[in-house]
Nanobody
Framework: QVQLEESGGGLVQAGDSLTLTCVGS????????MAWFRQSPGKEREFVAGIIWTGGSTYYAESVKGRFTISRDNAKSMVYLRMDNLKPEDTAIYYC?????????????????????WGQGTQVTVSS
């Protein structure tokens, strides 16, 4: 099992940038596909960005492509989400998640049900 903790959220203005950090613990962190999801009030949790365990491939939701960048540092057991040109519609609680199976090379896991470990979330609020 992987334990996760997010940080870096806050209140920013439209057009600003913010970087979220997710710290993981557990022996298999570096062998898991990692992803960021977000959830706003009244909406379902939605996929934002993912990165396979090697860090060699990333994938994004269309709504954030070109503005957000996911990366990871397995030596530090950390995953990052760099968010540029933030918009009010990016306002949500952002969650870090680890895929349930290790060492998968598949690029494209987007359903919350295939991620078995979750952090507590960090709030991002973007004012207009």
């Amino acid at each position: 099992q992987v334990q996760l903790e997010e940080s870096g959220g806050g209140l920013v203005q439209a057009g600003d940038s913010l970087t979220l950090t997710c710290v993981g613990s557990g022996r298999t962190f570096d062998s898991r596909t990692m992803a960021w999801f977000r959830q706003s009030p009244g909406k379902e949790r939605e996929f934002v960005a993912g990165i396979i365990w090697t860090g060699g491939s990333t994938y994004y939701a269309e709504s954030v492509k070109g503005r957000f960048t996911i990366s990871r540092d397995n030596a530090k057991s950390m995953v990052y989400l760099r968010m540029d040109n933030l918009k009010p519609e990016d306002t949500a609680i952002y969650y870090c998640a680890a895929h349930k199976s290790p060492r998968s090379y598949y690029v494209g896991y987007t359903f919350p049900s295939v991620f078995s470990s979750w952090g507590q979330g960090t709030q991002v609020t973007v004012s207009s």
